[in-house]
């Protein structure tokens, strides 16, 4: 089973400041890597998409990159709206199956 | 747009059964295929069991193989999971996710629906 890790569990910034948030594979995914922001009490929503590629609505201060390992989600200006968890997940191996990372919070400071 | 609605959760004794449902509108619901993924009160994400859009292909966490059984009816279009001899570590709340591809599965979601909770205690 592949295994994501992300980092930091906790990421403690402020509004305006750039977000990085880091995913490690276990092994290769390419670049079937997806990110998700969660924010409390509701359901998870997809960002980015192979690794790089944005989601529909989701916008240009998110951005993602990497292959192969190592990954990043970038968010290059804090916005309020963006505290929340954020979690990384591989389909590499889809079918059949698909893991998450453990996530990582972006709290305000 | 599209919609998610599941529904079907609620407390349970250990060993019990439940059956949840998904009601999907918004999109041609026999084209695409669709996940179950649970959340731990608390906790991170699993993916639980995903089927194809004909519902001819079925696939399942080795966490839940054997007790839980997907299916779904693309003339009602509505995705189930069958759950049987629930264990309290099956606690969580249950979202069901579209694939985002049409005839295809490339294993990531979107969207999710606001979800449904499922507690397994005595």
């Known amino acids: 089973e592949i295994v994501l890790t992300q980092s930091p569990a906790t990421l403690s910034l402020s509004p305006g400041e750039r977000a990085t948030l880091s995913c490690r594979a276990s092994?290769?995914?390419?670049?079937?890597l997806a990110w998700y922001q969660q924010k409390p009490g509701q359901a998870p929503r997809l960002l980015i998409y192979d690794a790089s590629n944005r989601a529909t609505g989701i916008p240009a201060r998110f951005s993602g990159s990497g292959s192969g390992t190592d990954f990043t989600l970038t968010i290059s200006s804090l916005e309020p709206g963006d505290f929340a968890i954020y979690y990384c997940q591989q389909h590499t191996t889809w079918p059949p199956g698909a893991t998450f990372g453990q996530g990582t919070k972006v709290e305000i400071k | 747009e599209v919609q998610l609605l599941e529904s079907g959760g609620g407390l349970e004794q250990p060993g019990g059964s439940l059956r949840l449902s998904c009601a999907a509108s918004?999109?041609?619901?026999?084209?695409?295929?669709m996940s179950w993924v649970r959340q731990a009160p608390g906790k991170g994400l699993e993916w639980v069991s995903g089927?194809?859009?004909?519902?001819?292909?079925?696939y399942y966490a080795d966490s839940v193989k054997g007790r839980f059984t997907i299916s779904r009816d693309n003339s009602k279009n509505t995705l189930y999971l069958q759950m049987i001899s629930l264990r309290a570590e099956d606690s969580a709340l249950y979202y069901c996710a579209k694939d985002p591809i049409a005839e295809g599965a490339v294993g990531y979601f979107d969207p999710w629906g606001q979800g449904t909770l499922v507690t397994v205690s005595s």
């Open positions: 089927i194809s859009g004909s519902g001819g292909t079925t």
């Open positions: 918004g999109f041609t619901f026999s084209h695409y295929a």
């Open positions: 092994q290769s995914v390419s670049t079937y």
